[in-house]
């Protein structure tokens, strides 16, 4: 069933997609039982700007983000962050440099420290 809806997904003109996104923001709106005004003010975006984007008309995504926060679900944003990975073989450099014991004090032998 997820790849069906990756396939789908793919398949999607752009305008769809953007259709959809509206779709989205229009049914947690009303899933919080908010009405458009509402949450444009919390948004700190005009009525008819949210309506353009539900609708997937004149749409930002500076709006988007701003409905998402105002509908606590920047969450779904997760999706796009990128973590930082390590190849295996920089992996294995940085395990053989690391330290495995402490060498403590040295002691020097044979020689008289200076009162300089």
Known sequence: MINKFIINRTSMSNSAI?????????????????????????????????????????????????LLRALNLLYTLDAFVTEQQISPLQLARMLIAKRSRATGTSKKTGKVKSDW
């Open 18 to 66: 953007v259709r959809s996104l509206g779709s989205f923001i229009r049914e947690h709106r009303i899933r919080q039982n908010k009405t458009q005004a509402e949450l444009a003010g919390e948004a700190g975006i005009s009525r008819m700007s949210l309506n353009f984007f539900e609708n997937g008309e004149n749409t930002s995504l500076i709006t988007f983000i701003s």
